[in-house]
């Protein structure tokens, strides 16, 4: 009997002691991963500053912040549950009691959906990576309206169409350059075209100011509507240059099959175009132009 208590006894003590390694080993690897999710919260939240300082230089739009923030929140919401598993972990890890309960129920399978998410964190950070470059090299390119509409126009004529290829192709070039070295990844190029007009107002009985009211649908408008209906439709007939440099550029771009391109064009109306020139004046043709934005996000 003697014996027999000292061998249970020696059983039990061998049992707790490798549980007590197996509790160690668990809290080490929870400990790495919290700090990985804590990493990757910082990385997300640099790159959230840096597209707000871009948009603050004039080198982003609204359109491509709204883009990069909803694609960031994807990220936080993986990010978030993550930590929620890691704080289940924590709060059984407490007691040894309840680890030893939930060792195989909860915590072994925690953990392992925490360590394969934490193994594909060099993937996303070769997202991230794209992301920040994206935005380093992120401008806006500026096309002056006089180099293609006459004046009161918002069709390019055909004599400056080729004119217009030659200025529009950078920005073309520009943004297959980006997308080809992210190849690998499915992603989406957003071209914007943004129209502006200056202060002055259009005359009343024109050809042009009819066209607007016909396509603003009203009998009669103000200038400021006006012009936002002008602005509006010089953005969509560049939006349509581009569409046709793209299609013509179309087999220069790598794994085709895995890139979404879509287009924005939007009509400024009389807003100010570059917020760093403060002595605009109300018929200044420096507000007289389109701006182009482009970006591309991995989906």
């Not at 509790?23 to 990493?39: D, G, H, L, N, S």
């Not at 939930?102 to 990576?129: C, G, H, T």
């Not at 560049?238 to 299609?247: A, C, E, N, S």
Request: with cysteine; net charge positive.
């Amino acid at each position: 009997m003697k014996k027999l208590i000292i061998f249970l006894t020696g059983a039990i003590l061998m049992c707790s002691c490798i549980g007590n390694k197996k509790i160690a080993a668990v809290k080490k690897r929870v400990f790495a991963i919290e700090a990985a999710i804590q990493a990757e919260n910082t990385e997300i939240k640099n790159i959230s500053t840096q597209a707000d300082v871009k948009l603050q230089e004039n080198k982003i739009d609204s359109n491509i912040l709204t883009r990069l923030d909803k694609r960031l929140a994807r990220s936080q919401a993986q990010l978030n549950a993550a930590q929620g598993q890691v704080n289940q972990l924590n709060e059984i890890l407490k007691d040894k009691k309840s680890t030893r309960k939930n060792y195989k129920s909860i915590v072994l399978p925690l953990l392992d959906s925490l360590q394969k998410q934490n193994d594909e964190y060099a993937k996303r950070l070769s997202l991230y990576m794209m992301i920040k470059e994206g935005l380093s090299v992120a401008d806006f390119k500026q096309f002056d309206l006089a180099a293609f509409f006459g004046p009161g126009k918002y069709l390019i004529p055909e004599d400056k169409i080729d004119i217009a290829a030659v200025s529009f192709a950078p920005v073309v070039d520009s943004l297959m350059l980006f997308s080809n070295k992210y190849s690998q990844y499915a992603r989406t190029a957003t071209l914007i075209i943004l129209g502006f007009a200056d202060g002055t107002g259009i005359s009343n009985g024109s050809e042009l100011y009819y066209t607007l009211l016909d396509e603003l649908r009203k009998p009669q408008a103000e200038k400021e509507e006006l012009n936002q209906k002008l602005s509006e439709l010089r953005s969509k007939e560049l939006i349509k240059q581009m569409t046709g440099l793209y299609l013509k550029k179309a087999t220069g771009f790598k794994e085709a099959d895995k890139l979404k391109i879509e287009y924005i064009g939007q009509g400024k109306g009389e807003a100010l175009p570059v917020s760093s020139i403060k002595d605009y004046s109300v018929d200044d043709e420096r507000r007289r132009i389109v701006l182009c934005y482009w970006v591309v996000l991995p989906d």
